[in-house]
């Protein structure tokens, strides 16, 4: 084999195994993945959680972390911490979305998984990790912040997350978005609980009025709705 030849073909390997790296679905998730500090509304207590960059300017994450916030601090990757602004709740979907003027990434791409599927999890914990579908579930829980119990589609992970890991996107191998980490097992197996893909979608597509503000109410203790 001639030295032109070996050097073409050493050139193209690097080129794929670069290709490869660039893509893979590890990248994706970090490359997606925020992380950030509330300010809790009324005590000044401090809680951290985990979300998903789903388009320019817009965070995806579960909104038990940040329903009682009265402030909002997102630290993007690579990027210095910023205010954020909560522009969306479900309380019953435990999601929310909170809007970050540096945030940019092309709009997401959502997945179905099934039992027994490789993930990637985006965790603030430890970074973007592999691991499995163990089941779909319908889990019947309360609201967040209320007594109401609501049933909630999606998945169990054959991992156990940690504090300040709400919100964490997981991923399937080809990088697309199928669901946001939303509790763990409290007995420390491995388990995580995961809102799949329709809610998610669902509450993306809904329209954001801008009119509308989450303001905190120190006499409540939460975020509330003011127009």
């Not at 997102?74 to 210095?80: A, Q, S």
């Not at 420390?188 to 989450?214: C, I």
Request: net charge negative; with cysteine.
């Amino acid at each position: 084999m001639s030295a032109a030849r070996s050097l073409a073909i050493l050139c193209a390997a690097i080129i794929g195994l670069a290709y490869f790296a660039a893509s893979s679905p590890e990248t994706v998730a970090a490359e997606r993945m925020a992380t950030f500090e509330t300010t809790a509304c009324g005590d000044g207590s401090r809680t951290n959680g985990t979300g998903v960059v789903v388009r320019d300017g817009t965070i995806l994450t579960a909104a038990h972390p940040v329903f009682r916030s009265g402030s909002i601090t997102v630290r993007l990757p690579n990027g210095e911490p910023e205010p954020a602004t909560i522009v969306a709740l479900d309380l019953a979907a435990d999601l929310a979305l909170v809007e970050v003027e540096s945030a940019s990434a092309s709009p997401i791409e959502f997945a179905i998984a099934r039992s027994g599927d490789e993930v990637v999890v985006a965790a603030a914990s430890t970074g973007a990790s592999r691991s499995r579908i163990s089941r779909a579930i319908d889990v019947r829980i309360e609201e967040v912040g209320g007594p109401r119990r609501i049933s909630r589609i999606g998945y169990e992970l054959d991992v156990n997350v940690a504090l300040g890991d709400s919100g964490s996107g997981v991923y399937d191998t080809s990088g697309q978005l199928i669901g946001i980490v939303y509790g763990r097992n409290p007995d420390g197996e491995l388990r995580s609980f995961v809102t799949g893909k329709g809610q998610l979608a669902e509450f993306l597509e809904r329209d954001v009025d801008t009119s509308e503000v989450f303001r905190c109410d120190p006499d409540q203790s939460r975020v509330i709705l003011k127009e």
